[in-house]
């Protein structure tokens, strides 16, 4: 008996020269709709859906391949002769191969325009079903969902005749995990549309974008992974220029770099070593800007990721090239700039577009058995309510850089300690166990410059010993939470000294 395939795709690419092979190995093609007048204008000799179940096409099309007829030809377990007989006596004939994908939800609702309406009717019922059949059954059925297995399953046909076992166990996975993909799609979609904050079930997809040569270390096997829907301003959208592949360091200190410049309106860049930052300047061009950040830690930005929220130009890019720097990224790169930052072999260039930022999207961390979400953390100066609990305010020039202290300190590793002074930070201190140790560092950092500056803490001060050591470098002005029990003895202690200090009641803990 002549094998049959059921063909039925909305992404028609290859389908037609495929499908046509399939022929020329004898094997009879079923199909449908708009894939069936594809396959026929190509010269196919196709046997249409409703010769199959003797039912018309029906419901806009909702109902054509849901029958007993298409099941019951998936689903018959091939050795099993009750099988086999309730097949015969039902007049069902056997497929053999099922090529199917499925509807284009994602593309409809990526369309601003599209309405609600729009996404349901482009949720996929007969294919899926389809897909679950076969693969269920793939010991008689080889289910093929991506068009980049139609050479691989033609080849082995041609050589041998049929598909392994192997190779049609394969197909089967690959067949789940790309309906257990759309349906977390739709999953999320409808999630979002009636305000579901924390679903009992988080199903969330993502698409392998590239393998990477390694993880954190060498021994340590890895792979890239892109978020269907996903925020275009991310490190997962960017487009590479020029330079070798990433790494999965790399791809983690360049999402810490972008994180930081998209905070800021004005020109900034950021440098970032091992995920936190060692230099950020803001200044009236990118060059100001750079040169600030660069200034900020000229020794640490060896060997780092440089981020701007401004287009690169050949200024700029004559200052970076004389650094060894893993990657810049930027919105773009002038004519002259990647003219002279491509004469350097190894170093990436990326561009990611700024504009369609959308910050909103969730943070999933795994843990030992589970993982933990919550919403990115895009609290703006705007966003909160300054108080200021001692006798001094701070000044004009005092308020612009305790901002951009803490504009910058939400992306330090707790307990952070960020200072600034003349729109540069000049002193970090990152993870330490306690916050007087990371001011300790900041302030070691900076050196004669921290006389003047200012200082931003992630979190409250437990005691007044953090405010007692910015006293002693010089600092003027304190930006902090507040919150502590022990608040009082930091105002006091503020006051001592002239230091101007404000609560925002909102901490940035990052870990």
């Known amino acids: 008996m002549k094998k049959r395939a059921l063909v039925s795709v909305s992404d028609k690419t290859g389908v ?3 499908v046509q092979k399939l022929e020329g190995l004898g094997v009879e093609i079923i199909s449908t709709g708009g894939t069936k007048k594809a396959l026929q204008d190509a010269g196919v000799n196709v046997i249409g859906i409703e010769e199959v179940t003797g039912f018309p096409e029906m419901m806009d099309g909702r109902v054509k391949t849901l029958h007993p007829a298409i099941h019951g030809g998936l689903l018959a377990v091939r050795d099993n002769q ?56 793939h010991a008689s059925v080889a289910i093929i969902v991506d068009a980049s297995d139609y050479g691989v399953v033609t080849e082995e046909l041609e050589t041998a005749g049929e598909l392994s076992a192997e190779r049609k166990r394969k197909l089967a996975a690959k067949a789940f995990r790309h309906t257990a993909s759309y349906d977390a799609l739709i999953g999320e979609y409808l999630t979002k549309q009636v305000g579901e904050d924390a679903p009992e079930k988080l199903t969330i997809t993502y698409n392998l974008k590239q393998m990477l040569r390694y993880g954190e270390n060498p ?26 592949e990433l790494s999965y360091n790399n791809i983690n200190d360049a999402d810490a770099a972008l994180a930081v410049v998209k905070d800021f309106v004005e020109p900034a860049v950021a440098v970032i070593k091992h995920m936190n930052p060692c230099g950020v300047g803001t200044g009236k061009t990118v060059y100001d800007a750079f040169m600030k950040a660069y200034e900020a830690d000229p020794v640490s930005i060896f060997g780092g990721i440089v981020a701007s929220n401004r ?25 002259d700039a990647l003219a002279v930052l491509t004469e350097k072999k190894n170093i990436r260039l990326l561009t990611v577009n700024l504009k369609d930022n959308q910050p909103l999207e969730q943070r999933i961390t795994t843990v030992s058995g589970g993982a933990l979400m919550q919403e990115t953390d895009t609290l703006s100066f705007e966003d909160v309510s300054v108080t200021n609990p001692t006798r001094r ?37 990152a993870g330490q166990m306690n916050r007087v140790g990371s001011a300790k560092i900041a302030i070691e950092q900076a050196g004669e410059k921290a006389q003047g500056s200012v200082l931003a803490s992630d979190a409250f001060f437990p005691m007044s010993d953090t405010v007692e050591t910015a006293a002693k470098a010089g600092l003027t002005a304190i930006i902090q939470p507040g919150g502590s029990v022990r608040d009082q003895e930091s105002i006091d202690k503020a006051d001592e000294y002239g230091i101007a200090m404000v609560f925002t009641g909102v901490r940035h803990f990052k870990h």
């Open 311 to 335: 287009e690169i130009n050949k200024e700029t890019a004559l200052k970076l090239k004389d650094i060894f720097l893993e990657i810049v990224v930027a919105p773009g790169f002038t004519e």
């Open 393 to 429: 305010e701070p000044t004009e020039d005092e308020w612009n850089q305790l901002k951009m202290a803490w504009k910058v300190v939400k992306h330090v590793k707790s307990n952070a300690i960020v200072l600034a002074k003349s729109d540069q930070t000049i002193g970090i201190g």
């Open 82 to 137: 009750d099988h086999m007989t309730a097949a015969l006596e039902h007049g069902i004939n056997m497929i053999d191969y099922v090529v199917v994908n499925l509807y284009p939800f994602q593309q409809t609702i990526e369309n601003p325009d599209a309405t609600f309406l729009d996404a349901i009717e482009n949720i996929d019922i007969g294919g899926p079903s389809m897909i679950r059949s076969a693969a269920k059954n």
């Open 16 to 18: 037609v020269e495929f």
């Open 219 to 244: 021994h340590q096997l890895a792979a890239f992974y892109e978020r269907p829907l996903g925020n275009p301003a991310s490190i997962a959208n960017a487009q590479q220029l020029h330079g070798k």
